[in-house]
């Protein structure tokens, strides 16, 4: 059964860094992309950034270039997201998925970015 757990997730001021990361199990995690998702209030999931099999990112949502690392570690069957100057807008519950995927997903994780 596809399994996944996101941790990380807190209360930030505008500016500041979080380092989210995704525990998976379920089906052979070093064979797929992966991705993160986010979900603001009162929208729709939105891609966040994707990385490939084999560790190199595959794409980033324009409005977190620069400011946002995807990596992974196939070795612990985990996915990282690197999150610097954090803003306001990035507020949101992050999932992460097989790239393309749906669900099921996980419980997520909140990131709040407010002062």
């Known amino acids: 059964q596809v399994h996944f757990v996101e941790s990380g997730g807190g209360l930030v001021q505008p500016g500041g860094s979080l380092r989210l990361s995704c525990a998976v199990s379920?089906?052979?995690?070093?064979?797929?992309?992966m991705s993160w998702y986010r979900q603001a209030p009162g929208k729709e999931r939105e891609l966040v950034a994707s990385?490939?099999?084999?560790?190199?990112?595959?794409k980033y949502a324009d409005s977190v270039k620069d400011r946002f690392t995807i990596s992974r570690d196939n070795a612990r069957n985990t996915v990282y997201l690197q999150m610097y100057n954090l803003k306001p807008d990035d507020t949101g519950v992050y999932y992460c998925?097989?790239?393309?995927?749906?669900?099921?997903w996980g419980q997520g994780t909140q990131v709040t970015v407010s002062s």
């Open positions: 379920g089906f052979t995690f070093s064979a797929y992309a």
């Open positions: 990385i490939f099999s084999y560790g190199d990112p595959l």
């Open positions: 998925n097989q790239y393309g995927a749906g669900p099921p």
